[in-house]
């Protein structure tokens, strides 16, 4: 079955740009859309945005500024970039799979959901 | 953006108790509401999609009702491995936004 897992640095320093890699086995990143999320005890879990399956993008718009999602099928694995990162950017960072969506991308769920890696923004 | 509210933050049930959790959303959803499920230090689980569909290997104690801005979750006697945070998402809209959870705790 699909295994998702994150990597990337624990720790970056605030204005810099954090970076995270979702390895994707047991299926292709060509198929399916791809989400990030986040979790922190002071915001709960915080959908941050998906790539399609034809690379199309949805961001939330309260990160939309800094955020860019993109996938690279040579490796089967997508990656996030978030920029001008700052001390509210801590978090667990998950990686999902979204699927069950309608033509349009909405409607779907995610299952699976990788195991998260903790992110500080530190200096 | 859809902001979804549960109720009760938290709860204190019995092995063997039967354990409703309430998800509203701000406007409706029609049925692109999911559940899950969450450990401490673990991701969260697929429990329900489409409020209503039992996700593949989750116990049929679980179940999922509802449409257009309320729905339930459903626990028809609650297991030790039940003990948890249980959180609804809706995906009708962008920003996909997921409820604050509900805590169920031993009694």
């Known amino acids: 079955q699909v295994q998702l897992q994150e990597s990337g640095p624990g720790v970056v320093k605030p204005s810099e740009t954090l970076s995270l890699t979702c390895g994707v086995s047991?299926?292709?990143?060509?198929?399916?859309?791809w989400n990030w999320i986040r979790q922190s005890p002071g915001k709960g879990l915080e959908w941050i945005g998906c790539?399609?399956?034809?690379?199309?993008?949805k961001y939330n718009p309260s990160l939309k500024s800094r955020v860019t999602i993109s996938v690279d099928r040579s490796k089967n694995q997508f990656s996030l970039n978030l920029s001008s990162v700052t001390a509210a950017d801590t978090a667990v960072y998950y990686c999902?799979?979204?699927?069950?969506?309608?033509?349009?991308?909405?409607?779907?769920?995610?299952?699976?959901w990788g195991q998260g890696t903790r992110v500080t923004v530190s200096s | 953006d859809i902001q979804m509210t549960q109720s009760p933050s938290s709860l204190s049930a019995s092995v063997g108790d039967r354990v409703t959790i309430t998800c509203r959303a701000s406007?409706?959803?029609?049925?692109?509401l999911n559940w899950y499920q969450q450990k401490p230090g673990k991701a969260p689980n697929l429990l329900i999609y489409?409020?209503?569909g039992l996700h593949s290997g989750v116990p049929s104690r679980f179940s999922g009702s509802g449409s257009g801005t309320d729905f339930t979750l459903t626990i028809s006697s609650l297991q030790p491995e039940d003990f948890a945070t249980y959180y609804c998402?809706?995906?009708?809209?962008?920003?996909?936004?997921f409820g604050p959870g509900t805590t169920v705790e031993i009694k």
């Open positions: 999902a799979r979204d699927w069950g969506y309608d033509s349009n991308g909405f409607g779907g769920w995610f299952d699976p």
């Open positions: 047991g299926g292709s990143v060509s198929r399916y859309y």
């Open positions: 790539i399609s399956q034809s690379g199309s993008t």
């Open positions: 406007q409706s959803i029609i049925k692109y």
């Open positions: 489409g409020a209503s």
């Open positions: 998402q809706q995906t009708d809209n962008i920003p996909f936004t």
